[in-house]
C-alpha cells in the first residue's frame, strides 16, 4: 500500500497496514467509520444493523467502566473516530469533572435524531432476505435466456 489512500486497496492482516489505511483515509470515508450498532427496535425500523452517529443522538455504552449508562451524544470527533456521551464523566485529580471519549463501536444507538433526511436515505428501502435474492436472479437468467431467444429466431 502507497503512503496515499488508495480506494482500491482490498485488504491485509497486517495490523499496521490496516491503521495507515484508516489513518489516510479522507474525511468522508472516515465519516461512515463512524458507525454504531442499533437497538433492535430500530434494526427492524430501518432494515439496518448500523448507522453513523451524530449528535443528539441517544446512546448506551455497551463496554468499560460506564458499561450500561445512557445519554445524548454531545461531541463527534471524526478525525480520532471519537464520541462524548453527556452526564458521562470522569475526575481528575484536581476535582475537575472532564468528558470520556468513545470509540462508536462500543456504544449501541437507542433512538436516533431525526433531523438529517439524507441519513436515512439508503436506509428505507426493503432489504431483501436471501430466499429473494435467489428468486430475483433466477427471474434475471430466465429473461436473459428469453432474449437470447428472442434474437436468435429474428
Known amino acids: ?7 482500491n486497496w482490498n485488504r491485509s492482516v497486517q495490523p499496521r497496514k490496516q491503521r495507515k489505511f484508516l489513518h489516510n483515509s479522507p474525511s468522508h470515508i472516515q465519516r461512515k467509520m463512524m ?3 442499533l437497538d433492535k427496535s430500530l434494526k427492524e425500523k430501518h432494515r439496518r ?3 453513523e452517529v ?10 468499560g467502566k460506564s ?13 480520532r473516530t471519537r464520541i462524548q456521551v453527556d452526564g458521562i464523566n470522569r475526575s481528575k485529580k484536581t476535582g475537575d469533572k472532564i ?5 462508536p463501536s462500543k456504544v449501541k444507538i ?21 430466499s429473494e435474492k435467489v428468486e430475483e436472479n433466477k427471474t434475471e437468467k430466465k429473461l436473459k435466456t428469453e432474449n437470447k431467444n428472442e434474437i436468435q429466431t429474428k
Request: proline residues 2%; positive net charge.
Open 49 to 51: 444493523n448500523s448507522i
Open 67 to 79: 458499561k450500561g449508562k445512557q445519554g445524548k451524544v454531545s461531541i463527534v470527533d471524526v478525525k
Open 110 to 130: 437507542i433512538s436516533l435524531n431525526d433531523k438529517d433526511a439524507r441519513r436515512f436515505k439508503n436506509g428505507n428501502g426493503k432489504v431483501k432476505t436471501k
Open 35 to 37: 458507525a454504531s450498532p
Open 54 to 63: 451524530i449528535k443528539g443522538d441517544e446512546v448506551k455504552i455497551m463496554r
Open 99 to 103: 468528558g470520556i471519549w468513545f470509540h
Open 1 to 7: 500500500m502507497k503512503s496515499e489512500f488508495n480506494k
